[in-house]
């Protein structure tokens, strides 16, 4: 039985293994010394791979699509890949700590005993199941799929790939901030509620807004029928 001593010890793609297949007792085990640096390269690596990704499909799609010369765009798609890849790296960043941030601070208000640097880390290795999108991503453009069989395939697979980040990421929230399964899954659902309540409210006012706003327009300004 491994111990929290050589789960510490772990390499880079052992620490892989363990979040996704093992992710108990690698949290457990990365609690007092979160693999801080290792996680930061997980996230980059991800992000970059991603944009990789996504920016062949686009050339792709591109190339596919009539009247397109791709040997005179190519020179313009050459420096907007590199745009494109360095926006996706600073958003990745700033995504990272800006809500891993938020989830710290609302993990510490629901009694958790964790670090900053534990909560990033956490934060940052549960995105690893988004690792297999990228694989899929670039099949279903070389293959040339259909559209509605490549946007079930996606969706599925991003549905599944959504909901295991969830569990890994209140797997790892609750291992590192050593309180219960409710208050991580607490911690991670507050700012998904708030949001979806701020929309509601924000729809709301909307229609209030345009209801209170369409007695007062003249006839010619309403819709007929």
């Known amino acids: 039985m491994e111990t929290v001593g050589e789960i510490k010890r772990q390499g880079f793609f052992d620490l892989i293994y363990g979040v996704l297949f093992n992710p108990v007792a690698t949290f457990r085990g990365m609690s007092e010394r979160p693999p801080f640096g290792q996680a930061a390269a997980v996230l980059f690596v991800l992000a970059f791979s ?3 990704a996504g920016w062949f499909v686009f050339r792709t799609t591109l190339a596919d699509t009539p009247g397109m010369e791709a040997t005179a765009l190519a020179p313009v798609l050459t420096g907007l890949s590199v745009f494109f890849l360095f926006f996706t ?20 208000l629901w009694g958790g005993r964790g670090t900053p640097k534990g909560t990033l880390a956490v934060y940052a290795l549960s995105g690893l199941p988004g690792v297999f999108l990228v694989p899929l991503q670039l099949i279903l453009t070389l293959l040339r799929a259909s559209e509605i069989i490549s ?33 991580a899954v607490l911690t991670v659902v507050t700012p998904v509620a708030v949001v979806l309540v701020l ?16 007695p007062l327009l003249p006839p010619t300004m309403l819709p007929e029928g």
Not at 92 to 102: D, I, T
């Open 89 to 108: 790296l600073v958003f990745a960043g700033l995504k990272w700590f800006l809500y891993g941030s938020l989830l710290h601070l609302l993990a510490e």
């Open 151 to 183: 946007a079930a395939l996606s969706i599925t697979a991003g549905l599944v790939v959504l909901s295991w980040g969830a569990v890994l990421l209140i797997i790892g929230l609750r291992e590192v901030h050593r309180f219960s399964g409710g208050a």
């Open 50 to 52: 991603n944009g990789i």
């Open 199 to 214: 929309t509601g409210v924000f729809v709301a006012a909307v229609f209030v807004v345009i209801g209170a706003v369409m």
